[in-house]
Structures are given as C-alpha cells and as structure tokens.
C-alpha cells in the first residue's frame, strides 16, 4: 500500500459506499437481476467468460453487475475469483467436429454438406434503434431446431482431401496453461492461442484489421465459422472410461489463407484458428487472422514488419487486464516522484534563465564596446 493513502481508510468506505449505490440506480426502477444480465445480456456475458478463462454464465453476469456494466472490471473480477479455484482434472480434447451447431456458415463454399446455417446474427439487420424494445411483454419468438451435427463436416477437409491445405501437426506435448505459468518468448502456437483467447477483443479486432489493411499481407478466406454446444468429458481412470461433465458454447473459426509454397512445400492454402468461449465470432475471427500472422516464421514466409507478425507485440499488449493494471495505477499517488521531477525542471529552468541573462549581458557588453 502507498503510505500517502493509509490515512485516508474512511475516505475509502465512503467512496465503496457511494459506489454500491450508484451501482443501484434510481430505487424507483427495478433492480436488474444476474438472471436477467445472463439471459438478455448474453454476448457482454459470453465475452467476460473468454476474457476471464472461466466458463460461468452466473459468475459473468454477478461480475458485469458489480462492474456496472465495465466489461474489462468484470473481467477482471472473474480472473481473481478463477485463482481461488483447485483443479481436479483435465478434460479430453474437444471434437469440434461433433459440435450442435445454431450458427455455421462458409465464405469459401456456396453448397456444402449441412447447408449454411445463419443463426442468431446481426449480419442482415439494419442498424437502426428497434423502439419496440421498450415495451415490455412481448412474447419470444420460437427457437429453431439445432442442426445435426452429423451431416455438418469440416470445409477444411473438402481442401485435405485434395492435399491442398497445409497439415496440422498432431501435438503430442501437453500444452502449457498460461492461467497458472507466465507467458515466455518464443512461444509455441498453443499458447499464442491461448493468449489470443483471452486477449482483449478490441485490441485482437484491430490487430486482425491491420493484417487486412497489408500489414503483413494476409488475406484470408472463412472457411468455416461454427457457433453451437459441445460436451466436454473427463477420464476417470478408477472407472476406465470418460464421462461427461456438462457442456460448452463455443465460437470457433477456421480461415484458409494462400501460400506460394517454399523449397520444402508445394503451393496450398494455409489456416488460422480461432477458439473462445459463448457467441463471440468477432473475436474468432480476428483470433483466427492474428493467429495466422504470427506464423510466418514456422511457414517460411518473410518478415513484413507488420505488428500483426511482431509475437512479442502483439502477446505482451493483448492482454486488457495487464494494461489495465499498468494503465489506471498512474491514478495512485505519486507525490514523491512528482516533487523530485517538479524540482528538476525548476533547476532547469533556473540554469536555462541564468544562461539566457548571461548571454543578454555579454550582447549588451559587446554592442556597448
């Protein structure tokens, strides 16, 4: 604690209790529930779960109703409450192919098995204010049939059959947790997308807009962009077998970008990934197109100078709570640094007037001779 602060404790109990009841509002409007924030709430729920590393629709919701509604606050709660938690195991990797999708659809093929499935999306709205929101008690439209995950195979293998997408290497190493181990460069794919996952969506967003802007030149194609269900299950070695334990939402995107080949490698396309928890297909995207940018060095490519490829750049600035906490402890105080920086640029100053009078006299000595 900054011993500047320690004796303002009852300055700091007034400011938490101002804080709960500007948090409430006008008691004559009705107190917002989690529910509520969980159910209608659900794409700034979705993004404090990726951001935060935790899939809990109730927490994320607790957490953007103690935040007022301050997604990176919110973010920030769920992160901390995160390490109070023990681990018991560690799911089986997850079968995005098997997924429940409400949402998939492709850039690349017009007809393919499954179909496209537009889901529930903002693509083909027109952005003006519905004031029909307003009113209260309208009845919810019918939810469609989810689609057979069965009959809804990976675009990507279309271009696998042909050999014409670069192969994914099997990982055979257990990937690093960036949750409970920091982040070390160079760092290997998995724990880019790590980082990239729970990277803040505005600075990902951007970064993937400057790789489309050619800032390293990577234009890339969505191959597929599935949003839906998935069951995550664990291996219980006393049982022999796995056993489901509940149930993701996912948003996953796979883009195929060209590659002209190299003195190893034949002309393909090449992919990035994208990966994160609830509705979050902005963020899969951008994760997908950042995720392909970094990967020049283990693809041949040459170094453009992009941001966007620069992997000490773009992992060490992602992450919104890291930049918060550097950002906002600026607000503390800091008297003591000031005063020592105040002193110098008085001294400064004195030394700059006194050469300045120096000089006016030597001029007045000078035009008086």
Known sequence: MYVAVKGGEKAIDQA??????????DPSVAELSVAQIREQLALAVNRVMAEGSLFD??????????????LI????????YRTTLPRFA?????DTGAMRCDRRISATYKDLPGGQVLGPTFDYTHRLLDFALEAEGLDRPAVPAEADPCAMPRVTGFLDAEGLIQPEPPCEAVPGDLTRA????????ALR???????????VLSMAYSTQRGYAKNHPFVAELRIGALAVEVEIPELGFAVEIGELELSECETVNQFTGSKSAP?????????????????????ALVDRALRWRELGEDWKGAPAQDEEFV??????????????????PHYVDFQSELELVRKLRRAAGAEVRAGAQADAQAAAE
């Open 193 to 203: 997308l790590q980082a990239l996952a729970r990277g803040d969506e505005g600075f």
């Open 16 to 25: 938490h209790d101002w804080l709960a009841e500007a948090r409430r509002g």
């Open 90 to 94: 560690a799911s089986r990797p997850l």
């Open 57 to 70: 629709p109730d927490l994320a919701a607790l957490a953007i109703k103690q935040a007022r509604g301050d």
């Open 267 to 287: 002309a393909q396309f090449t992919r990035g990934y994208g990966l994160v928890f609830g509705q979050s297909e902005r963020k899969a995207i951008s994760m």
């Open 315 to 332: 992992l060490s600035h992602c992450d919104n709570i890291q930049a918060t906490g550097f950002l906002e402890h600026i607000k503390l």
């Open 73 to 80: 606050e919110a973010i920030f709660l769920i992160r901390a």
């Open 182 to 189: 920091p982040l070390e460069l160079p760092a290997e794919r």
